[in-house]
């Protein structure tokens, strides 16, 4: 009898040779790939809550790469590939030069129109060639939060940058807006404060929480 969870890993094993093809070809056997991949499918299928609002796809790539990475650290083999070396380097070059014109930073989709790449790749190749993401908030008692992303390897990077976007996007879009404004645009806390219309005591309080709420959930 075929059930839910197999017709849902049926539809998606699309997804896992479309991710198992991007390691194709460095130093472990596809078929492996393949299978460590539908590891973390299952896994996606199993831990999946549709109550959160967010995409199957979308919570599935950092638990299929996951699995994958792990192939790659017990081998030693790990590596990106030429093409996102160059997708990451024209899209560095981009930002640069749309951040003198506009005075911000330009989203993925801004940057992959601008490169004429695609937003996936795009992403993967920031997310994969990008110094660790470190979201960092002083208040004026001198307390500071932090949450870094490790950097073991560039999968590893990877991986991680997924599950953090991954969990920024299940945040409500007040919150979200917050913390694209401070860390993505890089705007003071107290330019947020005006664009969202409160104060910068505010915003120190507010951001304060949220980077609590992102820590724990990726912990």
Same mark, same amino acid.
């Given at each position: 009898?075929?059930?839910?969870?197999?017709?849902?890993?049926?539809?998606?094993?699309?997804?896992?040779?479309?991710?198992?093809?991007?390691?194709?070809?460095?130093?472990?056997? $596809?078929?492996?790939?393949?299978?460590?991949?539908?590891?973390?499918?299952?896994?996606?299928?199993?831990?999946?809550?549709?109550?959160?609002?967010?995409?199957?796809?979308?919570?599935?790539?950092?638990?299929?790469?996951?699995?994958?990475?792990?192939?790659?650290?017990?081998?030693?083999?790990?590596?990106?590939?030429?093409?996102?070396?160059?997708?990451?380097?024209?899209?560095?070059?981009?930002?640069?030069? $749309?951040?003198?014109?506009?005075?911000?930073?330009?989203?993925?989709?801004?940057?992959?129109?601008?490169?004429?790449?695609d937003a996936e790749h795009t992403a993967e190749a920031l997310c994969a060639c990008r110094q660790p993401l470190s979201l960092t908030v002083s208040?004026?008692?001198?307390?500071?939060?932090?949450?870094?992303?490790?950097?073991?390897?560039?999968?590893?990077?990877?991986?991680?940058?997924?599950?953090?976007?991954?969990?920024?996007?299940?945040?409500?879009?007040?919150?979200?807006?917050?913390?694209?404004?401070?860390?993505?645009?890089?705007?003071?806390?107290?330019?947020?404060?005006?664009?969202?219309?409160?104060?910068?005591?505010?915003?120190?309080?507010?951001?304060?929480?949220?980077?609590?709420?992102?820590?724990?959930?990726?912990?």
């Amino acid at each position: 009898m075929t059930t839910t969870r197999d017709v849902t890993a049926s539809e998606n094993m699309g997804l896992v040779h479309s991710i198992a093809q991007r390691f194709k070809g460095r130093g472990i056997e $596809y078929d492996d790939l393949v299978g460590a991949g539908c590891v973390g499918l299952v896994k996606a299928i199993d831990r999946f809550d549709e109550s959160r609002g967010l995409c199957f796809s979308t919570y599935a790539v950092p638990l299929i790469m996951g699995e994958i990475k792990g192939l790659f650290r017990q081998s030693g083999a790990v590596r990106v590939s030429r093409s996102l070396k160059d997708i990451a380097l024209k899209a560095s070059r981009f930002t640069e030069e $749309y951040k003198k014109r506009t005075g911000r930073e330009p989203s993925v989709s801004e940057i992959a129109q601008g490169i004429g790449a695609d937003a996936e790749h795009t992403a993967e190749a920031l997310c994969a060639c990008r110094q660790p993401l470190s979201l960092t908030v002083s208040d004026d008692a001198d307390e500071e939060t932090q949450l870094d992303i490790p950097t073991e390897s560039q999968e590893e990077r990877l991986s991680e940058n997924l599950s953090l976007y991954q969990e920024l996007s299940t945040l409500p879009s007040n919150e979200r807006e917050i913390i694209e404004l401070r860390y993505f645009r890089e705007l003071t806390q107290s330019q947020t404060a005006r664009l969202i219309g409160t104060s910068q005591v505010q915003i120190s309080r507010r951001e304060k929480k949220i980077l609590k709420k992102l820590k724990d959930k990726l912990s």
